[in-house]
């Protein structure tokens, strides 16, 4: 593998363990590490969220600015720390980043973010020739270049890890935060020009841009998926590569995972599994009988199919093939009160615990049969390939990264059309093999766990990409 020597800068609004809120923290957390283990110097630039305990993570302050933007002036703290061995740099203002990572201010938050990055940068003892911005949050990085005359400047790269969330702002707030709307170029503006789209701009400067996977690459070239973007992302195809995500396999693991009741292996998968299947359901007071455990793990937004589950299809379903469901997830109310109402409603069936939550998320993972991703689009998702890492076969929806690590028959079952009668049909399926093919479904099981999801495979990908500019 080619060895490169490149210093590259991530920008981001999440990285677990520090501040997580869905599967971006889970790659900036993991793969910077995964990178540095090929000599690529990858450090992480981030908001100082107020949820973050600088103190625990030792963090040092490195220098003390005042950021003009507009007509405004902000100051602002830079914090260096190691955080699992990588350099992590922290932004601290009170007025902007003491917050939560996302909410009502989220596009003052990282427009100021942005300019607060690149003020920066003479502050960073570290000269990057790569600032790589993830979504669209910390694409107004890449804008700020827009604006400098200084060359050489560094190359630019935006990943894409959810083309829904683009940020719209007005010409006149995008001017405030000291950006330049007229060097937007149209395309990145609505008909009249008077509101700039952040991801479509990021898009347009810069260098390369990728996305979570293969399929999703190919998907957000459509109508279908293109949330408008479709075009834009055409003219730029040349420059545009999906990577798959891999997962930190040293946390997600199931022999060693400290929040699981049992540990396990594949040598031992049977018996361990069942003992945490029997402690899941003595958690949630459900039945302990000999019928399969499903559950469903996600962000309940209208990307994630909660809306696919009929009520009276499932009823009728479990009545031919008894099953038990397990939801966990915030969101939307909309998607929380559906969720709770089928628990309400299929009492002995089903729970819906509407919480975030690591450590059940992890328990839910180990102790079920089959993990459901019905997702409308997925540029990547993770949480198929961790339920495969421990044991629990994913039925999700030919769409994006589920595509790309599902196969239908070989290690999880797959649906094409986003209709609850295709989800169900593919329920039946799985339901059926369980109970009149347990040998099938062992092996099934197996072959998800047998699978190599770490970031080996993706990270050479990255380091042509990185090589290319
Ligand atoms: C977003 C996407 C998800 C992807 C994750 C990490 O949360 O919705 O599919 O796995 O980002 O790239």
Request: glycine content about 6%; charged content about 20%; some cysteine.
């Amino acid at each position: 593998m080619l060895k490169i020597k490149k210093k590259i800068l991530f920008c981001a609004a999440e990285a677990a363990p520090l501040a997580k809120i869905g599967g971006l923290a889970d790659v900036v957390d993991s793969l910077p590490p995964a990178l540095k283990k090929q000599g690529v110097e990858v450090r992480v630039i981030m908001p100082a969220h107020g949820s973050i305990s600088l103190r625990f993570w030792r963090a040092k302050k490195l220098a003390s600015f005042s950021v003009n933007f507009g007509k405004k002036k902000e100051r602002v703290v830079l914090l260096s720390a190691k955080v699992e061995g990588v350099h992590y740099y922290f932004l601290q203002s009170k007025n902007y980043f003491s917050g939560a990572v996302y909410g009502e201010n989220t596009l003052d938050k990282y427009l100021f973010f942005s300019q607060a990055v690149a003020a920066s940068m003479p502050f960073l003892a570290f000269t990057p020739d790569i600032i790589h911005a993830h979504d669209f949050h910390t694409a107004g990085v890449l804008l700020t270049y827009l604006q400098k005359s200084d060359y050489p400047r560094p190359k630019l790269v935006l990943t894409i890890h959810n083309l829904q969330h683009q940020g719209w702002v007005s010409a006149s707030k995008f001017k405030s935060f000291g950006f330049n709307p007229d060097i937007v170029p149209a395309a990145a503006k609505n008909k009249a020009g008077n509101w700039v789209n952040i991801l479509a701009a990021g898009i347009m400067a810069a260098d390369k841009i990728t996305t979570v996977s293969p399929s999703y690459a190919q998907e957000i070239m459509t109508k279908k998926y293109g949330q408008e973007l479709e075009k834009l992302l055409i003219s730029r195809q040349n420059d545009l590569v999906g990577i798959l995500n891999g997962l930190d396999v040293v946390s997600y693991n199931p022999a060693t995972d400290k929040a699981l009741a049992f540990n396990y292996n594949r040598i031992n998968l049977v018996a361990g599994k069942a003992i945490n299947k029997q402690a899941l359901r003595s958690y949630f007071g459900l039945s302990d009988s000999p019928i399969p455990l499903l559950a469903l793990v996600a962000r309940l937004s209208d990307q994630k199919g909660i809306d696919l589950f009929n009520l009276n299809k499932l009823k009728t379903l479990i009545k031919k093939y008894p099953f038990q469901l397990i939801i966990l997830g915030t969101g939307e109310k909309k998607f929380e009160s559906l969720a709770s109402s089928l628990a309400v409603n299929l009492p002995e069936a089903v729970r819906a615990e509407i919480a975030f939550d690591d450590v059940l998320a992890r328990n839910l993972y180990a102790g079920s049969d089959y993990f459901l991703v019905p997702s409308r689009f997925e540029p990547c998702g993770l949480t198929q390939m961790i339920a495969m890492r421990y044991g629990s076969v994913p039925i999700v929806r030919a769409t994006g990264g589920l595509k790309d690590t599902v196969i239908d028959g070989y290690n999880g079952f797959v649906f094409k059309n986003y209709t609850d009668s295709s989800l169900l049909s593919s329920l039946q399926r799985a339901l059926r093999l369980y109970y009149q093919e347990p040998d099938k479904y062992q092996a099934l099981r197996r072959a998800g766990m047998s699978a190599d999801w770490s970031w080996q495979a993706s990270v050479p990908r990255y380091l042509d990409l990185y090589n290319s500019l």
